[in-house]
């Protein structure tokens, strides 16, 4: 078999314009003998990636526009991620209730193997991974950290494992983004997003992307940005969320022997417990935590992005990619949350005006 890498498309189609003559003279001379037909020819396209194009793949590549994904109102990468139907279990949440040591950052989850099992790629080259680990202690590529979303020009996704051309990184699949080339211009999008119907919170986000060429043409560059500016939400003044109250409670509640049921501490109120009668005879100091806890977390997120690359002849000889992000995040969750166990407080203890043993 002779295999043959040809580059330049026109030579390729030359080559097959005139293999069909070549075959013939072959067959004039001598008929019977095949040892020089050409098996096979393998042309390598440039896509940016060892990632073949849809129209040539064995495997299932699904490929979005990025104009596409802006104009369906898909404002930042994690918001493309979190519509993919082969995504399940990524942690995309802007929320700190679902993602403890996440939150900020987003990921990308194939078919529900694992954060770590997935290749996130910009412009066919990995990605380093973020110093933040799910609750898992899995480590995973920060998509709020890549490329703004008004630099990308397409995204591939290869959505069978690709662990023999990449290793056990690609065991779901590859994600890779390809940002635009060749762009002339400048734009600029701005968005405000504000809740009032059930709390107050806010989003400002702004993006933008200039691009040109210089050198007669021979070279080009993109430089890209994107800032964020999320306010806080607080769990209380989601409605639907308050009182959002806990049965262990700092003053406590006691179960006395002699009396068969809960008490609550005599200083509940006065400490800003939550007292509650229960149905069944007895009381409940409760804790309520909803004032103390952002469900959103104030957030600040600012990414850069500048790449340039200079031809000639048809033959990259320069190019240089800079990416650059910072997220600033303040998270709040109600002080000291109370010992989840169940102490006995002896009948001697000061603070124990039953005179017996109570827990």
């Not at 409605?239 to 509640?253: E, I, R, V, Y």
């Not at 650059?324 to 000061?350: C, G, M, Q, W």
């Amino acid at each position: 078999m002779l295999r043959g890498y040809l580059k330049p498309t026109g030579f390729a189609l030359a080559l097959a314009l005139a293999a069909p003559h070549a075959t013939a003279q072959t067959e004039q001379n001598d008929p019977t003998d095949q040892s020089d037909t050409i098996d096979e020819i393998v042309v390598m396209a440039r896509t940016g990636s060892r990632i073949s194009r849809q129209s040539d793949s064995p495997s299932p590549l699904t490929i979005h526009e990025g104009a596409d994904l802006t104009d369906a109102g898909l404002k930042d990468i994690r918001d493309m991620v979190g519509v993919l139907s082969i995504n399940a279990g990524a942690e995309n949440n802007s929320d700190n209730l679902d993602q403890n040591y996440t939150v900020g950052t987003a990921n990308v989850n194939l078919r529900g193997l694992g954060v770590a099992s997935t290749l996130v790629l910009v412009n066919g080259r990995r990605q380093v991974l973020s110093s933040a680990q799910t609750d898992d202690g899995f480590s995973f590529v920060d998509l709020a950290a890549l490329t703004p979303m008004l630099a990308v020009e397409r995204v591939e996704i290869l959505k069978d494992g690709a662990a023999a051309i990449y290793g056990s990184e690609a065991v779901a699949g590859v994600v890779n983004f390809i940002t635009r080339s060749g762009y002339n211009g400048f734009e600029l999008r701005t968005e405000f997003r504000a809740r009032t119907n059930d709390g107050s919170q806010e989003d400002l986000t702004v993006d933008a992307v200039y691009g040109g060429d210089f050198g007669g043409g021979d070279g080009g560059f993109l430089v890209a940005a994107s800032y964020l500016d999320r306010t806080s939400l607080i769990l209380a003044e989601v409605d639907w969320l308050k009182p959002s109250t806990s049965g262990f409670g700092n003053p406590a509640s006691f179960n006395v022997p002699s009396l068969a049921r809960t008490v609550a501490d005599p200083g509940c109120e006065r400490y800003e417990g939550l007292l509650q009668q229960l149905s069944g005879g007895g009381e409940i100091c409760r804790f309520d935590y909803a004032p103390q806890i952002t469900t959103i977390p104030n957030e600040r997120r600012l990414q850069l992005w500048g790449q340039g690359d200079w031809n000639r002849g048809g033959r990259t000889a320069l190019w240089a990619e800079f990416g650059y992000a910072k997220n600033d995040i303040n998270r709040e969750v109600s002080p000291s949350f109370p010992v989840l166990n169940t102490p006995v407080v002896p009948a001697y203890h000061p603070a124990n005006p039953y005179g017996e043993d109570v827990f």
